[in-house]
């Protein structure tokens, strides 16, 4: 009977190890860097917002944490992977949260560009060790496939992916400032997503 109770216990055990391995996660084997970096367009800039209210200003708040806000409103992903090295890579990137990727559907480009560039990017960050959250945007009406695209983006290259980081805000006065970018509570609520996302790397 002892016997039979250490086989089940080692059995459980190595299920258990088996299932956390299957689970990956996208934790690096080693984090390097200092900074958290919020690297975007005008999502990330904080558009929107009531003074410096921007989701990296809350997201530092609520960590005790600086958060460095490299956003900038009209940013295509080309634009981003143009200011990568001196925005990001150059300054110790350990978690960097993007958000990249609206401006681009709604000037057109096409999906399988935009998702090199944001590869681009976010292959070269983990070259440096630093950890990649995504913060995917879905409009209903003019999606394109760009959903389909940040979960291709997630799988390829085992980054955290929000897949909607302004779900449940859209349409909703109380969280928009107008049809696209939130206010101080949305953005309140953006930061507590990324925020969720990051927790365990801390």
Partial sequence: MKRRTFYLST???LLACFLLAACGGSEPATLSGENI???GDSLT???GAAGNK???AQLSAMIGQPVINAGIPGNTTA???ERLETDVLEKSPRIVLITLGGNDLKSGVR????FMNLKTIIEAIQAEGGLVVLGGVKFIIL?????EMYKKLAKETDIILIPNILSGLI???KYMSDPIHPNTAGYEIMAQKFHKAIKPYL
């Fill in 11 to 13: 059995l459980f055990l």
């Fill in 37 to 39: 970096i919020c690297f």
């Fill in 45 to 47: 800039y904080g558009t």
């Fill in 54 to 56: 921007s989701y990296p």
């Fill in 79 to 81: 634009d981003g992977l």
């Fill in 111 to 114: 999906k399988d560009v935009a």
């Fill in 143 to 147: 999606d394109k496939e760009y959903g």
């Fill in 171 to 173: 349409g909703k006065d």
